[in-house]
């Protein structure tokens, strides 16, 4: 398919060149210089002199407080937005996707939402994830698609500089039992569930590699682990994700890159709606929760392993989420 890139209300981009123009609001990457240059010698300080000293003597003392605290305040908002982590999400327009990019949003970071079709739903998530005090653009493209890849990480570089987390969370079903599985059905679920994670994965490791930080996430499945009746493909493509991401994780922990995985076991989301009544009633009894995990529950597991200074010295490894179903 072919890719193609917005920002909901930021920056609009030229879907012909990829090259981002003028849109609605502040177009350009944040270039935001520290709190001590402003404090120092900016344009502020000076305001701040004239202020203090100005005709009325210092009378206006509480004035000032309410000033310097404004600007202190105003400086790390600043600062906050310097440091805010460049974030991919692929697959973010809907389900566990949508609920990690807006969990990151929140979290006050630049956010890339990737869908394949549902642009009205990722310009939406776009929306929220604003709204949230986040940023964020979307970005229409296969992630089984060396073009398409390649395509997403120019935007993100063009529009923010760099990336600092991928979150591989795109992905999709075409059960079958074996004996009537076909060849079409088995290379559609590798192609993005493990395709797609190598070619981020590869894009992503270049631009991290160079600065010797990053933090990417494979979103596998408790399938991947034991196997589950009529998932030979997708318990293939997720199994190969949890050694791929063990391998990556060997390679690039010298470049200080970590690479985690994460095993949901069955989340509520469009992929689990489709299963019908009675193995929904079948998937129940072998969860000791009880229930379906939710899309946000998810979504706070990959934000502590995505941003969370706590989670630095984690590698290699794989988290499950299934309300108990596999231990
Ligand atoms: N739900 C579960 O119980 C469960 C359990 C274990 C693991 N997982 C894994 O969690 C991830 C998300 O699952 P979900 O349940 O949230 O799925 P979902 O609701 O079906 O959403 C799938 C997302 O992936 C996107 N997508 C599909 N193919 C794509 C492609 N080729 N390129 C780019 N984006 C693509 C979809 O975009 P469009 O909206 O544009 O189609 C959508 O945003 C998947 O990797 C899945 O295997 C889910």
Redesign the pocket.
């Known amino acids: 398919m072919a890719a193609s890139a917005s920002a909901s209300s930021a920056i609009a981009f030229s879907s012909a060149t990829g090259a981002p123009a003028r849109g609605r609001g502040s177009a350009a990457p944040l270039r935001l210089l520290s709190p001590s240059v402003f404090v120092s010698s900016g344009p502020r300080s000076l305001q701040l002199r004239s202020t203090m000293f100005g005709s009325d003597g210092f009378s206006s003392f509480s004035g000032v407080r309410a000033q310097v605290a404004a600007i202190e305040q105003a400086d790390v908002e600043a600062n906050k937005k310097v440091d805010a982590p460049v974030v991919i999400v692929?697959?973010?327009?809907?389900?566990?996707?949508?609920?990690i990019a807006l969990a990151l949003g929140k979290a006050g970071c630049k956010v890339l939402v990737?869908?394949?079709?549902?642009?009205k739903?990722?310009e939406e998530v776009a929306k929220q994830i604003e709204a949230l005090g986040g940023q964020a653009i979307t970005f229409?493209?296969?992630?089984?698609?060396a073009a398409?890849v390649e395509s997403m990480f120019k935007t993100v570089v063009d529009t923010w500089g760099t990336v600092d987390v991928l979150i591989?969370?795109?992905?999709?079903?075409r059960d079958a039992l074996l004996m009537r599985m076909k060849e079409s059905q088995w290379q559609e679920v590798i192609?993005?569930?493990l395709t797609?994670p190598y070619l981020c994965t590869q894009a992503a490791a270049k631009i991290m590699m160079k600065k010797k930080k990053g933090r990417i996430i494979q979103?596998?499945?408790?399938?991947g682990l034991v196997g589950n009746v009529g998932q030979a493909n997708?318990a293939a493509a997720?199994a190969g994700l949890i050694g791929f991401c063990k391998t990556v994780a060997k390679e690039y922990a010298s470049r200080n890159i970590t690479v985690n995985a994460i095993?949901?076991?069955?989340?509520?989301?469009?992929?689990?709606a489709k299963l019908g009544e009675d193995i929904e009633k079948k998937i129940l009894s072998t969860i000791p929760l009880g229930r379906?995990?939710q899309?946000e529950e998810?979504a706070g597991l990959v934000e502590f392993l995505a941003i969370n200074p706590a989670s630095s010295y984690i590698t290699g490894q794989v988290f499950t989420i299934d309300g108990g179903m596999v231990m």
């Open positions: 692929t697959g973010a327009s809907r389900g566990i996707g949508k609920a990737n869908y394949a079709r549902s642009s739903e990722a229409g493209g296969d992630v089984s698609e398409d591989n969370n795109a992905g999709i079903t192609k993005t569930n797609g979103v596998a499945s408790v399938v997708y997720k095993a949901p076991g069955f989340i509520a989301s469009d992929m689990t379906y995990g899309p998810v």
